[in-house]
């Protein structure tokens, strides 16, 4: 689907006026962010473009600035996929897994439990677009996770992406069909942009959050062509 379609379509999705859309959407592609077609030939809108429309909606104040408001979070990386912490080898810890509330009875050994587990599944997907420090940008990330939702290896309902644009630090939770959390990523802005815009500490959180669902409206209708 062409961007001047598959805009309008995402701006309703997410809950944004189409005007406003259209506005991001023009401030992306002024900057390349999303590839501009010439003449009669204009080309699909790519599911990393979506992807970075997506985090341009949550991330911007000032439409007309997305591109230079989204670039921090589109060179946002980090070193995902950690490894649970062994917590049943303490007395904290295992009062911490008793808080967790994801047994009925003793908490499995740490290969069995199901933080590991998914832990160990979800950094076998990330393994491949890992760089050499097994870091990963924000919006491959995600593509991943869209993946994940085109196999129906993940349930939308699963996943919830928060965005703390005071901070400069955006979150991928995942939780268990009861509503118990599995695992999470954190990224945080490059340091050079947390000095100028996500300076400020003692803001008041300006958090834009939404569920795996805004990601699956980005799945039905684009490829994945980073493959």
Known sequence: MRARELVPILSDRFGIEPETGAVIDRSLAAKNLRLQGKGRRWPEMTRKEAITFLIACLAVERPTKAA????????????????????????????????????????????????????????????????????IGLVNYLEVICDLFEEKLIDPEQVRFDLVRSLGRATVTFTAMQGSVLFFDSFEVPSEDSRGTFANKAAINLTASVTGYALQEIVQRTENLSH
């Open 68 to 135: 230079e408001e989204v670039a921090p979070w589109v060179n946002a990386r980090a070193n995902v996929c950690q490894e649970p912490l062994r917590l049943e080898e303490t007395e904290e810890g295992r009062a911490e897994l008793a808080e967790l509330k994801m047994w009925d009875d003793e908490p499995p050994p740490h290969e069995d439990r199901p933080d590991v587990k998914f832990w160990r599944f979800l950094d076998s997907h990330m393994a491949g677009v890992k760089d050499a420090n097994r870091r």
